[in-house]
């Protein structure tokens, strides 16, 4: 799995984990002072990702995302075949 900045293509999981992603670039001092605190200046334009997966991982994430539906089915008509949750109603 790969995860890049679309404008950069910058790898993001390659980066330190332990330095924020967009320390120095969306972060500024709140004042001129020396020990001013740091704030998050908002970027003027949306920054784009892209998240690119092999085809092994897309194939598990869709049978996922199928054995998830139909166990939500299941469950549904489960609970409207039985009077004990009518009741609760």
Do not use: C
């Not at 984990?17 to 949306?46: E, Q």
């Not at 869709?62 to 949750?85: A, C, G, Y």
């Amino acid at each position: 799995m790969v995860l890049r900045e679309a404008a950069l293509w910058i790898d993001i999981m390659k980066a330190d984990p332990h330095t924020p992603y967009f320390s120095g670039r969306l972060t500024k001092p709140k004042s001129m002072k020396a020990n001013a605190p740091i704030v998050l200046d908002l970027p003027k334009k949306p920054i784009l990702f892209q998240l690119f997966i092999d085809e092994k991982q897309w194939l598990r994430a869709e049978k996922f995302t199928e054995d998830l539906r139909i166990r939500t089915h299941d469950w549904q008509s489960e609970v409207s075949q039985n009077p004990i949750f009518h009741s609760l109603n």
